[in-house]
């Protein structure tokens, strides 16, 4: 296993497009976190799933932010109608924890940086 | 609201030195964990050491360790024995459900 891995690396789009984060964890993992980090800052948390089900989701996760993870493996994250606002690293993150408290350790992708122009 | 603070934008180290890098956080739970994180340049985030806040002893991790001290809701990450790999951007995390991070201290290795 390699951990987990994130495609595209990089995006750049022009603003209004819509753009879709693909992110593959950690086979044995059953959760899946996503973050966002610009520039100078720590990552910010925007939603997870365990399994298939989305069990939170941030404030920061917008109407035009949608996110999936149809099977229980690999998860999607899509931003509609882009706004130069949304330019970040968008981190993908997973953990094998089981029970209701998340006492797991999250391991990082390398991240997919969004540029809006 | 949790919060985590790190007052500590820069720091630098000369190699073989120690250096210690601060974080403080705000809560009111009673179970959570604390994390430091190291992000190298243009390189994925990678687990430092992590801390059970139930957990009286220190954890290390090789030449990283932690000084924990609940009651002033303080973490700071002691790096022993610089080298120049240790260069990176440090976060430091607080979980109770989610993980929240501070805004990072870059740190410097000087040969």
């Known amino acids: 296993d390699t951990g987990v891995s994130q495609d595209p690396r990089h995006k750049i789009t022009k603003r209004g497009q819509n753009v879709t984060f693909r992110c593959d964890p950690i086979s044995e993992h059953n959760r899946l976190y996503w973050y966002r980090q610009t520039l100078g800052q720590g990552p910010e948390f925007l939603t997870y799933f365990q399994n298939e089900a989305q069990l939170e989701k941030s404030r920061l996760l917008s109407d035009r932010f949608s996110a999936e993870r149809p099977k229980g493996s690999f998860s999607t994250l899509e931003i509609q109608r882009t706004e130069q606002g949304d330019s970040a690293m968008y981190l993908c993150a997973s953990s094998g924890g089981t029970g209701g408290f998340p006492t797991d350790t999250q391991y990082f992708g390398p991240g997919t940086r969004l540029t809006v122009l | 609201a949790q919060t985590v603070t790190q007052s500590q934008p820069e720091m630098s180290v000369q190699e073989a030195e120690t250096v210690t890098l601060s974080c403080t956080y705000d809560?009111?739970?009673?179970?959570?964990?604390l994390f430091w994180y190291k992000q190298p340049p243009s390189r994925q985030m990678i687990l430092v050491i992590r801390q059970e806040a139930y957990k009286q002893q220190n954890a290390t991790e090789n030449r990283f360790s932690v000084n924990f001290q609940k009651a002033a809701k303080s973490f700071s990450l002691k790096i022993s024995d610089s080298q120049l790999g240790d260069a990176a951007m440090y976060f430091c995390a607080y979980r109770a459900n989610n993980l929240f991070f501070g805004t990072g201290t870059r740190l410097t290795v000087i040969p």
């Open positions: 809560t009111s739970e009673s179970d959570y964990y």
